[in-house]
T-cell receptor
Framework: NAGVTQTPKFRVLKTGQSMTLLCAQD?????MYWYRQDPGMGLRLIHY???????AKGEVPDGYNVSRLKKQNFLLGLESAAPSQTSVYFC?????????????????FGPGTRLTVL | AQSVSQHNHHVILSEAASLELGCNYS??????LFWYVQYPGQHLQLLLK??????LVKGIKGFEAEFIKSKFSFNLRKPSVQWSDTAEYFC????????????FGQGTTLQVKP
């Protein structure tokens, strides 16, 4: 299993350009997440999905859009990139386990995409 | 709103020293707790997790953490660190929503000197 993969690994954009980051997982996980990581701020949730065809906003959704047309893929789009979106972007996936309660298991992370917006 | 606070932003230790990284969270309901590690240039990997039961949980590479509900804490410990433990450590919390969302702390950078 490849786990969680992200494409591309690095990208440099000019202000106003658009791009799409692709996340793919081969673990049949229901849940997928996009985070950005900035120095001293930990990871902040941008958008997430609890299943194919569903998406929701996280903590910092402005300037980003997402789509989950297939269960294994979760796309993050920047329509008009801004320097404030310079960051490292991580995708993650997870699954739940049914028991006496519904447990949400750990998230599995991809290798990240380093994006610079000039 | 849920939040996670890691008190130590940058820790420098010599090899064989003991480690304790603090993590406090604010959330009134049932929580699941995690510690992740990010080695230089790599993605996040799970060190350990707590869902229920014994509040002292053991993870990979000799790490352990203790959940103290009354203090809303989940501190990470290791009796003797190695140079290879140099990394950034993140505490994370998920609550009882039906999304599995994680709230991360700011991270602690650990530098172990040989």
């Amino acid at each position: 299993n490849a786990g969680v993969t992200q494409t591309p690994k690095f990208r440099v954009l000019k202000t106003g350009q658009s791009m799409t980051l692709l996340c793919a997982q081969d673990m049949n996980h229901e849940y997928m997440y996009w985070y950005r990581q900035d120095p001293g701020m930990g990871l902040r949730l941008i958008h997430y999905s609890v299943g194919e065809g569903t998406t929701a906003k996280g903590e910092v959704p402005d300037g980003y859009n997402v789509s989950r047309l297939k269960k294994q893929n979760f796309l993050l789009g920047l329509e008009s990139a801004a320097p404030s979106q310079t960051s490292v972007y991580f995708c993650a996936s997870s699954y739940s386990t049914s028991g006496r309660a519904l447990y949400y298991n750990e998230q599995f992370f991809g290798p990240g995409t380093r994006l610079t917006v000039l | 709103a849920q939040s996670v606070s890691q008190h130590n932003h940058h820790v420098i230790l010599s090899e064989a020293a003991s480690l304790e990284l603090g993590c406090n969270y604010s959330y009134g309901g049932t929580v699941n707790l995690f510690w992740y590690v990010q080695y230089p240039g790599q993605h996040l990997q799970l060190l350990l997790k707590y869902f229920s039961g014994d509040p002292l949980v053991k993870g990979i590479k000799g790490f352990e953490a203790e959940f103290i509900k009354s203090k809303f804490s989940f501190n990470l410990r290791k009796p003797s660190v190695q140079w290879s433990d140099t990394a950034e450590y993140f505490c994370a919390v998920s609550g009882s929503s039906n999304t599995g969302k994680l709230i991360f702390g700011q991270g602690t950078t650990l530098q172990v000197k040989p």
